[in-house]
């Protein structure tokens, strides 16, 4: 059996579920969304990361209904919603805030948008027992909002959202408040019910973590632009900016000049420094200033310096940070730069084999590293 | 100690300026009409010791409450005061929830403005007012003139000196005491729950019916309990704006005591008033209760 990709945003005959086009919000003068344009696809898992206040909401509610376009357009399925009025949307929305109606009952709030259609009391009751069963809050059903907790309240959220099985699920930051284990519970859950209903999600995080783990496109966002677009690894392995590299995970960047042949690039970022040996695509102009990223697990760390590294460097062990799995030691080279290194912790940590201030080396292969010019 | 005297004042507070003036009209109710000063009889004579108290005890009947059975006038002057003040609380529901909408929807810049303008009446006496809308309604008042000048009416309308006279004063009166809660109730509402009524297939409307309505519930039933508690006593209304033929226990009491100089009988109607508003304040006592808790 075959397994084909599922990556519709690389055929060019695939007909996206949701485009925005061109799509400008501002609220008086204040710009929030800038000239975007995206395309989501049927069956998506799409998640928005950027920092706080760079406009993931404000998509959300644009794509809900609740905030109308300043100039472009948004297309569901083909066609344009701007004058669709948000009952009329076959788009679910879980909200920030929750939202959840105080005067009903856990039970009741679910069953809220299913009692709006035409389904039969039995089908709504279903429902709502199968929702209760999913969020696990089966024991709440007959409580009020405000008899429950926070990470509770949040679940009901998303069981309301979800019991319609919308065309297109919009999670605002859905996973907040809940705890690391019930979060991961939930995150597979919520790919799971992705993969049965086929729903379309798109999905609000700060956490970088859950937006790898569940998406299977990401959008980096700053300040109402779209930075990046891509699948997680493209993101984290490839990304486009100093931004991006920076915004996703851990990382170090170093800055230099650039000289290309071909296909490598050398890099001089020191005096008395070996220049860093690289690879890009891109034509860079010679001199050209450019950063180097590279991600700390891909620096390895050895006491003696590599016979065939392309890249080695020397410097002493500041700090070690022991995270249970991995280490992160930081190393001070001769510059005066802070490199980070990784190395996953396979023997006790009495056995470990550096310790402050031993001098090391941190070598990486050609390929290993971004060139970044911006 | 401190807590006993902080649970003592409200008790204080009930006792002298309830149950004390309560046990006397009480006590009124129960006497029978004298020629003198004060006009009833018995009083208690506390100089002729225990057998003064005994004498007192025994010049005490229900003779008032029984007489107040005998005469039609009475329970159609509380049936009819009922009625009005029933009606007039529907319409001040009915003006006053829109108001209360509005303001609690208004920018928030505006919001203590407009409720000054709510409360801004309040600043001139209550009688005053009540003299204007005799000015205001009259055959001859602003409001007939400006309809005639209109041409909407050929002919002045008799208003004044009728029940919808008293229901204008009324409605006009109290509605303040309708918008500040109804207010209350809708400015802490969270916008976001319509927005996620309406995501989830609600009409405007729906939404109004299935969120606001039932958020602003304890609002509008303080506001519908303040309206209707003192309408239904109303006297200076039904006397200045009202007809002959307008009939509330409020202007009855008023000519027991002061036409009729019938101390006893007027105490017994007043008795008779409170035990019917009993029901509704417990009520009204009710529902501040549950809202308390529900915000819990
Ligand atoms: N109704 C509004 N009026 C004016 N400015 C607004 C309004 N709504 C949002 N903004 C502004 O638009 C920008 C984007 O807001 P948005 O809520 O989309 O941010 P966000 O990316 O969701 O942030 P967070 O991660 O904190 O939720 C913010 O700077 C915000 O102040
Ligand atoms: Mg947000």
Redesign the interface.
Known sequence: MTQTVFAPWNDPDAKPLIEFKGVTKAFGDFVAIDDLSLDIFEQEFFALLGPSGCGKTTMMRML???ESVTSGSILLAGKDIGPV???KRA???M?Q?Y?????LTIWDNIA??LR??NASKDEIANRVEDMLRLTRLTKFARR?P?QISGGQRQRVALA??LA?APKLLLLDEPLGALDKKLRQDTQFELMDIQEKTGTTFVIVTHDQEEAMTVASRVAVMDEGKLIQVSTPDVIYEAPNSVYVADFIGDVNIIEGAAAQEGESVSISWAEGQPPIRARSTRSLTPGQKVHFAIRPEKLSITAERPAEAANAVTGKVLDIAYLGNISTYHVELPSGDVLKAQSANTRRIARRSFTWEDTVWLSWTETAGVVLEQ | MRRLILIAVPYLWLLALFLVPFLIVLKISLSDIALSIPPYTPQLDLSEGWAGFRAFLSGLDFENFAFLTTDDLYWKAYLSSLQIALLSTVMTLLCGFPIAYGIARAPHEWRPTLLMLVILPFWTSFLIRVYAWMGILNTEGLLNQFLLFLGVISEPLTILNTNTAVYIGIVYTYLPFMILPIYAALEKMDESLLEAAEDLGCSRVSAFWLVTVPLSKSGIVAGCFLVFIPALGEFVIPSLLGGSQTLMIGKVLWEEFFSNRDWPVASAVAIVLLLILIVPIILFQRNQQLQREAEG
């Open positions: 809900a209904g609740f009025p948000p009952n788009v679910n929305m909200f805030s939202a959840l109606f105080p005067h809220f948008g709006r259609g009020k405000h309301r959202s319609k």
